[in-house]
């Protein structure tokens, strides 16, 4: 028997032009379920259906779906891909994490290095982490920015950042014309949840390896992340690609609304599988009488 609990997706979107203030959304809620087992049940609900949803997507191959996960250091974004995305089919979906752009890269526009891992028709694609850090890593560290080989009539930062929105806006909503869904979730985690996951990654011998120098040194430019979140949340949650806030301090929470997100996605899609034509049931039943 299903259980009975309903999570909305609404709830947890950026309405387009919306201007958010994070310090107005929650990073934390009331547990959707009451136990461990309980929770257990659900995901493992969702990851059923998710499952169903995602053969039907491959067989139907009529739309690209795209998942990105943005969000602080140790906000759960691997934990979250990994649990909701466990019982689909590998051949159907791959993961792309994008760290610091290669000498290759900078040669190219900063949409260039992300475009060529798009998924397919029938694929789905998840970015863990995406062309948003050039709006959001870059401008918490403008040096970055001067780094990249860019003419100099480029580098204005009064300029850029709304250019490169403008820039992202336009990418999504060419894809969305041509077959591509895009759904974005910022998990959002509160500066005191990440110190006790770093202390965690510290205590923990065998999460030491997730544990760097550099993450202390970003956190020391939190209020600064907040501001480039807020402004890129605003500038790029649009009606053909949602930004979703998660509230992530519980971990269970934020994959639970992870994956209802992601599953309602999938069934507002027409889809369907292909129609056996009546020339290929000949064909099959010839073949099933050679086989014997």
């Not at 136990?35 to 949803?53: A, D, G, P, T, W």
């Not at 694929?123 to 959001?136: K, Q, T």
């Amino acid at each position: 028997m299903k259980m009975r609990i309903k999570i909305n997706s609404k709830d947890f979107r950026v309405r387009p032009g919306e201007k958010v203030n994070l310090t107005e959304r929650p990073t934390t809620i009331e547990p959707f379920c009451k136990s461990k087992k309980q929770y257990r049940k659900l995901l493992e609900e969702h990851v059923e259906e998710l499952n169903s949803l995602q053969r039907l997507h491959y067989a139907s191959s009529r739309y690209a779906l795209l998942l990105i996960f943005q969000g602080m250091d140790a906000a759960g974004k691997d934990g979250a891909i990994r649990h909701v995305m466990s019982g689909v089919n590998p051949q159907g979906c791959e993961v792309f994490s994008f760290k610091q752009p290669t000498a290759e890269d900078l040669e190219h526009d900063f949409l260039w290095r992300t475009t060529c891992h798009l998924p397919e028709r029938g694929r789905i694609g998840i970015f863990n982490r995406s062309y948003y850090e050039e709006v959001l890593v870059v401008r918490v560290h403008p040096g970055i920015l001067r780094s990249q080989g860019l003419p100099k009539e480029l580098l204005d930062e009064k300029t850029i950042w709304e250019e490169r929105y403008r820039s992202i806006v336009d990418l999504e909503e060419h894809l969305h014309r041509n077959g591509t869904r895009i759904i974005k979730f910022f998990l959002h985690l509160s500066k005191k949840e990440q110190r006790t996951r770093f202390l965690e990654r510290i205590d923990e011998p065998e999460n030491n390896w997730k544990f760097g120098s550099s993450d202390i040194h970003e956190r020391k430019y939190w209020n600064h992340y907040m501001k480039a979140y807020e402004d890129c949340l605003s500038a790029t949650s649009t009606h053909d690609a949602n930004w979703y806030v998660v509230p992530a301090d519980d971990k269970e929470n934020a994959r639970l609304i992870v994956s209802q997100i992601v599953l309602d996605a999938l069934n507002e899609l027409k889809m369907e599988y292909p129609k056996t034509t009546a020339k290929r049931r000949q064909e099959l039943k010839a073949i099933r009488k050679q086989l014997g």
